[in-house]
């Protein structure tokens, strides 16, 4: 498992955070400043006197609310407050809708080369959209080897050892209406709520390799709704080749998971042999995991009504 332990502050001045237009107003020099927790803060209390409240590696938005709080203060208190408040320990400030900071806390930002940035963006907003970005870069992170399919939606991973088939499986299953996420890479988010999301990374997105034919895009192939961008994983079938001899689960009443991100996914083991449809097998799995999520195991049920049937005869 790998979780980055940081993102730095000129990380919110790419591309993904592009449309909040963040202008640099001081500490242009430590833009590497690290970032260590997804949740933002509001210093409001801090700038009433609770200065316990700032906590260490979390980016701080000042918004309307605050500035307006800031103009009741008398300006001595007002600067004493910024000076316990701009400290390095705060990676950077945001400013939102385009307020302009107070003189005395710029001075402060420049003296001590705090990273001030300025958005015109509405705080709200600001701050949605930078807490998505924080959490989608601070969270445990893995690559898989395997397909990622969007199955009557569920999100079906598939693995096994190269050249099992989990490309082909995952082709017939495009030409049965379902969706790609990831073919070959697929990394893996887990998020505060433990959910397992699964996506691809350029430039593999909407990409799949079948021997024989080299790399095809999907979308261009089968249009926009064979293709999604991300999924929740919700059942992780492995593709093992059949091996004569060995004993395979017949009644399907054997409960594994899968461990991703120490986060246990149900798991099926499918064997695979010439002439066995893989797409409707895994059609099956993904149709029979549905009704378990509704209360109805079909394995279960079976063996409950034929030991009721055997006690019955028994008494007869």
Known sequence: MAQPAYVEVAELLGNELADLHFRVLSGAVHLDRQITHP?????????????EYIKAGRV??????????????????????????????VPCFVISKGLEPFPTFME??????????????????????????LEDHLV???RLHGVLMDVYGLGVLLIGRSSVGKSEAGLDLLARGHSLVADDIVTVR????????????????????????????IKDLFGLAAIRERKRIDLVIELQPWEEGKEYDRLGLDETVY?????AVPYVCMPVALGRNVASLVEVAARNHVLKLQGHDSAREFVGALEAKLEKEGRD
């Not at 949740?39 to 200065?51: D, H, M, T």
């Not at 909407?206 to 895009?217: F, P, Y």
């Open 140 to 142: 445990p992170v893995t």
């Open 259 to 263: 461990e991703v991100l120490e986060t």
């Open 60 to 89: 701080q938005i000042i918004g309307e609310s605050e500035t307006r709080f800031l103009h009741t203060v008398k300006p001595v208190v007002r600067r004493e407050r910024f000076e316990r408040i701009v400290d390095p320990k």
């Open 39 to 51: 949740r933002v803060q509001k210093p409001g209390l801090a700038f009433a006197g609770f200065y």
């Open 190 to 217: 887990r998020y505060p709520s433990d959910e397992l999301i699964g996506y691809a990374e350029a430039p593999a997105k909407h990409h799949m390799e079948l021997r024989g034919l080299g790399i095809v895009n």
């Open 108 to 133: 402060l930002c420049k003296a001590r080369e705090v990273p001030l940035l300025q958005t015109g963006a509405l705080t709200s907003k600001t701050i949605k959209k930078v807490s998505f970005f």
